[in-house]
């Protein structure tokens, strides 16, 4: 998996005169994995990053549900940064893929589907280690 396995994908939109509708599901094209987790970062104090980390297996899916953030992605050696800010644009990061997310607005909420439940030991927290492992992937 590299960045080149990232994905900005359109979640299918209803729309409405009474307000439009989106919606997600498991084993329809614009989800590449079955999900078994939602979370959701809101609150976010001006000027924080959230995430900071890699997953061995996880696959995620994150929409800015409300407002607008960057989403920083690398794979140890290239950066590819994207802004979301519509409820039917969603980021597809693929295992092993560092991501960070910054540049907050007021009142935004990232959600996040996740291939899976809460694990820690599926995290990679520090990115010299990250670093080291995509680079002995190569060798
Ligand atoms: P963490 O994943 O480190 O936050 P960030 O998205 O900014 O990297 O999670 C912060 C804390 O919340 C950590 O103590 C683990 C806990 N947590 C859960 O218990 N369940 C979850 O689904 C998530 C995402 C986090």
Known sequence: MALTDVEIM?????????????????????????????YWIYDVPGGCMRHGHAFY????????MSGSFDVLLSDGAEQRRIHLCRSYTGVY?????????????????????????????????DFEQYKTIMEDAVR
């Open 10 to 38: 359109e979640l299918p939109r209803i729309n409405d005169p009474r307000g439009n509708l989106s919606f997600i599901e498991n084993g329809a094209r614009c989800l590449p994995f079955d999900m078994a987790r939602v």
């Open 57 to 64: 297996s996880s696959h995620e899916l994150i929409v800015a």
């Open 93 to 125: 990061v693929p295992p092993m893929t560092w991501r960070e997310l910054d540049n907050f607005s007021t009142n935004s909420v990232a959600m996040v589907l996740s291939s899976s439940l809460y694990d820690e030991l599926d995290y990679i927290r």
